[in-house]
């Protein structure tokens, strides 16, 4: 397949990095969940994520790709008429949720149903009505106008995991491994098979990838023993993704934490895309990209937590400049943080980030001993 030459589209760029194409520039993403930017580029926040709103931003800020979650994704705000009271809500699972300042885009978990067969029943029964995907329909309108403004379109959805641990608890969670395995399994299936059709569904709805947000790390390791993820949630998840390829379409892996344990099993699956590979949890992005750069498109890997943070914008040009060094020749890397664009992030830092990523970004690349970052000589 010939590599692509000129100057792209924001969505032709990153459907080149997915093919491990060398473009015009490496592409610039990043989820922009900070209500400042929103507020500052359109004059008005999006407390409901909606779809067009989202893309909107994204075009503004001149990122190449946009992520709209589905309406149903776990924890996501919903519209007022859906409030159980003045700042909480409940979602179609029974988990109810309490919604504060600082947890946009999301609500906090505050009350957990018991993960048992009741509970079960109730994945099982949960309806997938036709209205739950008119958000990502009205963002790949915005997003694909098929002119020179078309952008990407990654929409939002949960795995199993991230489901279950949110929902019931991390602790929930855990006690079941060893109290009632094969209730957890059990729900494990459930959940699979229903976020599958979620994902079908949204891939008819033509996006261009599923961002599957399906936390398994925290700082330094996985969450529960990667003896464990492999029991009970990595082959339901591989089957998941087996069935979205089968379907035409591309898969990110979204997760943050430290899950370099699980690397190798990840490798067999049907993923396109990893994201965010956490710095700060010790993601090392140079092994990540020489055992598997061939294989996955990286998609990270500037710290959120301190460098995008940081009062210093040569930090931030030092940390871009280090991605592109390890990963960016050849194609196969989109740019972004290793989280989001989260409130705490000041506004300026976002724009020179995307401003630097382009600028350092661009092929052929031209690292060299001066620039940031970088040490005996160019890329």
């Known amino acids: 397949m010939r590599e692509p030459t000129g100057k792209l589209t924001a969505r032709q760029r990153i459907l080149s990095a997915f093919a491990h194409q060398q473009a015009d520039r490496i592409p610039v993403f990043d989820v922009a969940n900070n209500p400042d930017l929103f507020s500052q580029y359109l004059g008005y926040q999006n407390p409901f994520s909606a779809g067009e709103p989202t ?207 699980i690397l190798p099993d990840l490798a067999h699956m049907d993923i396109d895309g990893l994201n965010n590979l956490q710095a700060h949890a010790g993601m090392d992005i140079e092994l990540v990209h020489s055992h598997y750069g061939k294989q996955w498109t990286i998609i990270g890997n500037v710290d959120a937590t301190t460098v995008m943070t940081s009062a210093h914008k040569e930090d931030i040009d030092e940390a871009i400049s280090s991605v592109i060094k390890t990963a960016g020749e050849g194609g196969g890397l989109i740019l972004a943080t290793d989280h989001s664009f989260h409130k705490g992030i000041p506004v300026e830092n976002v724009i020179h980030f995307i401003k630097k990523a382009k600028e350092l970004g661009t092929y052929p690349l031209r690292l060299s001993a001066d620039s940031p970052g970088i040490a005996g000589g160019g890329v």
């Open 55 to 261: 893309v909107l931003l994204a075009r503004k800020l001149g990122l190449d790709a946009a992520m709209v979650p589905v309406s149903m994704y776990t924890g996501l705000i919903p519209t007022k008429e859906h409030w159980t009271g003045p700042d909480s809500f409940t979602d179609r699972f029974g988990v109810g949720y309490a919604v504060s300042d600082s947890s946009w885009p999301l609500g906090i978990a505050v009350k957990e149903p018991v993960l048992d067969e009741r509970f079960l029943q109730v994945i099982r029964d949960a309806a997938i009505r036709t209205e739950d995907f008119q958000t990502v329909r009205d963002a790949v309108e915005a997003a694909h106008t098929g002119g020179s403004d078309e952008l990407a379109l990654f929409a939002g959805i949960r795995s199993a995991f991230s489901f279950l641990t949110i929902s019931g608890g991390l602790v929930a969670v855990s006690l079941l491994i060893y109290e009632d395995p094969d209730l957890l399994h059990a729900l494990v299936e459930a959940a699979t098979d229903y976020w599958t059709q979620v994902g079908l569904r949204l891939i008819e709805a033509g996006a261009d990838a599923l961002y599957v947000a399906n936390d398994m790390g925290m700082n330094g390791s996985t969450l529960i023993s990667p003896t464990h993820l492999r029991e009970f949630f990595l082959p339901a998840f591989a089957r998941q993704c087996a069935t979205w390829r089968e379907a035409g379409g591309r898969v990110i892996l979204h997760s943050c934490g430290n899950i370099m344990a």
